[in-house]
């Protein structure tokens, strides 16, 4: 295929060559994005009279048909073309002759890259944010209906107090809207239009840029064409906020691994969500959990291969900025797959009760509620804390837990002691008085559930 750019070179280069120089392979999924973009410029040039009215007419009737055919799959994308703004525009003028040599007039490939790349992204963060959405419906769903399931928390990996399910659920639906927070705020860095920046230096032509962007949906544009053609925070804000949220899905995927092992069986994953062993037939694997802690790695990767290959550019564009697409495309494609994934395995997930309060019985991570029960009655914190665990270190010893210890042993330790104790320190109980603003009692739980409803309704 002959070469939009020849005339100071013969435009001939080696095959190895075009293989290495070529970016249809991946960019060629924002064809849409690039007919959409053309079809706005086309109408702006033909309203500042650079083209007629009826070239301008004719151009995006001809973008239109190339649209059509693309999405019925009528024509296919020639993947020896260079990249998708040259597969288009050859396309163009293969159909309308003449005229097609005139979409290019006042544009350059590189706003041209620069103005699909947000586009593409653009919608790309629309959807994240809607299974963002979804996912913490079906936590704040699972969070509801285990609101008063006791269960331990953990400190160190070490049972510390008790708490909830459904607090415990609630941490990650509050990372969640902080994540689609900050995906809705990074739009607005996508959303600035650099189309009209041309290669680096603007154009002669008598433009209107403000035309295009509104056109295309966009708020603002780019007030400095070197900065219009060679920004590419957005890819590095976008990458970075994909792995903000793949972290937050590896750390809960982590305890979901270590809640369906034996060691735990806390929960249960449907076999929908879970694999067997190749040769232990006893085994059923949380592989969906454990992809998604792995694939976090490769959207990090994403996000550092980026920083590295912008952090000696010099302004303006550089062939080097090819590479930002694949690692955008990478970390969206990623993270979507993990969401979608993600909000069906915790909607089929058991919730084994039984085992979490058991768990929790034999933690005696109502220990500091003993300890408080002692300085409520006079008695300072310090020496409450020594009496505690000395008393802890009985039970152990004699295969016991704080709720089952007689009230003669405890009147050895301190006659503050009297029956009322076991009421105190039942596990219901030391969840129940929890109720400062953000804590594990079933009311302070809802709250926190109507507040996340709330937040995702109007977001």
């Known amino acids: 295929m002959a070469k939009m750019w020849t005339g100071r070179t013969d435009g001939v280069t080696d095959k190895i060559a075009d293989d290495f120089n070529s970016s249809i392979a991946f960019d060629s999924r924002m064809y849409k994005q690039d007919i959409l973009g053309s079809m706005a410029h086309a109408s702006m040039l033909g309203a500042k009279n650079i083209i007629t009215k009826s070239e301008a007419d004719t151009l995006i009737d001809g973008l239109e048909g190339i649209l059509n055919d693309i999405e019925s799959g009528k024509l296919k994308i020639d993947m020896t073309a260079e990249d998708i703004h040259m597969f288009v525009e050859q396309e163009l003028t293969l159909r309308l002759g003449d005229v097609g040599k005139k979409l290019h007039t006042a544009r350059s490939r590189n706003d041209q890259v620069a103005l699909d790349t947000r586009m593409y992204l653009r919608d790309i963060t629309d959807s994240i944010v809607e299974k963002i959405k979804l996912l913490t419906q079906e936590i704040t769903v699972k969070a509801e209906a285990h609101k008063s399931t006791i269960m331990p928390g953990y400190t160190h990996l070490q049972r510390a107090q008790p708490i909830t399910f459904g607090h415990h659920l609630m941490a990650y639906a509050m990372m969640l809207l902080r994540d689609i927070e900050r995906f809705s705020d990074l739009k ?25 962007a509104k056109t295309l949906g966009f708020d603002e544009i780019a007030l400095n064409s070197i900065d219009g053609v060679s920004d590419r925070d957005f890819c590095v804000e976008f990458a970075a906020a994909c792995s903000m949220l793949m972290m937050h899905l590896s750390r809960l995927s982590e305890e979901i691994i270590l809640w369906t092992s034996w060691e735990f069986k806390f929960v249960e994953l449907s076999d929908a969500f879970t694999t067997g062993s190749s040769i232990m037939p006893q085994k059923k694997n949380s592989d969906m959990a454990e992809l998604v802690r792995g694939k976090t790695g490769r959207v990090y990767g994403d996000l550092i291969a980026l920083l590295t290959m912008l952090k000696g550019l010099p302004l303006a564009y550089n062939k080097d900025m090819q590479e930002d697409k694949e690692n955008v495309f990478d970390a969206a ?8 994934v993600f909000a069906p395995m915790i909607k089929g997930m058991t919730v084994l009760e039984k085992n979490m309060l058991t768990a929790a019985q034999k933690g005696f991570i109502n220990a500091t509620d003993l300890a408080d029960y002692l300085v409520k009655k006079g008695l300072p914190f310090r020496s409450a804390y020594k009496i505690c665990g000395q008393i ?3 039970c152990i010893a004699n295969g016991k837990v704080l709720e089952t210890l007689e009230l003669e042993n405890y009147k050895k330790y301190s006659e503050l002691f009297d029956a009322d104790l076991y009421h105190e320190i039942s596990l219901i109980t030391c969840v129940n008085k929890r109720v400062s603003e953000g804590g594990t009692s079933p009311e302070s739980v809802q709250a926190q559930i109507d507040y996340v409803k709330g937040k995702i309704k109007n977001a």
């Open 188 to 212: 607005k860095r996508i959303n600035v239009c650099p189309i009209g920046s041309c290669a680096l230096a603007g154009t002669t032509y008598s433009t209107d840029r403000r035309m295009e």
């Open 333 to 340: 494609d990623t993270v979507i797959m993990c969401l979608d």
């Open 392 to 394: 802890v270190g009985d």
